[in-house]
């Protein structure tokens, strides 16, 4: 199987990682396609923080009436994964199981790896984060495909922080959907941090600074000077 281009940033410090944020990309899109944006989140000279952003698989797509593209799974947005679709799911959970573990055996505290994801790998991103067995540090859930809720969950992550963005005028998932799920996150006891911005399926600057300061707030190690 072949799969979408993937992308690592190492901390521009040149210091070894001591935190990881793990982003999955949406349906038909790359792991260079977020490069872009966590450059442009501009974090302190001090922090060593890395980016990892891998590529879905290529697929022949039931959803997109037999399109090749890249997709953690089969399913439209808003369709609730079921059949194939479904095991394709908890095929893109290990991947990014996997990649949680590999930053465990890297050094890195799990209390500071955070995982993330746009469109479909939102949702990819949540089943992981909900089900792994240490507690991470975060999830961010940026214009979510509203695929299945995450069912599987562990009491590692029973009180993960969780933020949601998501675009007023998205023509794909309206805004008053991926409000319904965090709606739904916050009655099986997760605390959200919900942002609605004027934008499509896309980025803007405000979000763009709201994900920094949520990102420094978890993962900046500040030094106190005498």
Known sequence: MSFAQSSIIEPASGRPADACVIFLHGQGGSGYDFEPLFHALALPDSSAVRFVLPGAPMRQLECRQGERASAWYDAAPGEVAGGHAQQQMVDAVRQVEMRIDSALADGIDASRIILGGFGQGADIAAHAALGFR?????????????GTMPSNTHNANRHLLITMHHGRQDPIVGEAAARQRSDQFMRMGYSVDYHAHTMGNEFC?????????????RLIRTRLVA
């Open 205 to 217: 600057a405000d979000e763009l600074s709201q994900l920094r300061a949520w990102l420094v707030t």
């Open 134 to 146: 240490k507690g991470l540090g975060g999830l961010m859930m940026l214009s979510t495909a509203l």
